[in-house]
């Protein structure tokens, strides 16, 4: 299905990762009361492998970022996937954002911007929205960010 959503995507020179699957014993996505909820998604590379690695001890502020953005990617193809239609975003509400990260690094809101920005880019003004940023020692499957989301949703 093509929406201006997606175009704005392909403009962007991005694509979309098939959206992943739970891990446990959750869904990744629920919609209720015009708001979609988005479990936690990890960061993974283009090729599929996971982004693993730690703030502060393996990883720098770009390469979080960069795993911010993958991240916010996955959250983009989870709503594709629940929604049928990226045009029916009516908002980005807010992004929890997790960051495995050392006890001295203190950068977690640059990284999150990864995912900020670029929600920006893709949805313009609705991408803009409330966020948390927050340092763990460690996040599911060794990963160096995990990100989930509240979106608010036009009716189908």
């Known amino acids: ?30 919609e209720v009361g015009g708001l979609l909820f988005i479990s936690g998604q990890i960061s993974f590379a283009p090729d599929g492998s996971r982004i693993t690695g730690t703030l502060g001890k393996d990883m720098d502020v770009a390469a979080g970022q960069q795993a911010a953005e993958r991240c916010g990617l996955m959250l983009i193809a989870q709503m594709q996937k629940a929604l049928g239609s990226l045009d029916r975003v009516e908002r980005i509400v807010k992004l929890g954002a ?59």
């Open 98 to 156: 997790f960051v495995a990260s050392t006890p001295d690094f203190t950068d977690q809101p640059k990284v999150a911007n990864g995912a900020s920005e670029l929600m920006e880019k893709v949805f313009g003004e609705a991408g803009r929205h409330t966020r948390s940023a927050v340092g763990v020692p460690v996040l599911p499957l060794g990963a160096a960010v995990e990100i989930d989301a509240i979106i608010a949703v036009k009716a189908s």
């Open 1 to 30: 299905m093509t929406d201006s959503i997606s175009a704005r995507i392909a403009e962007l020179g991005l694509a979309l990762p098939e959206a992943a699957a739970p891990v446990a014993a959750y869904v990744p996505t629920l």
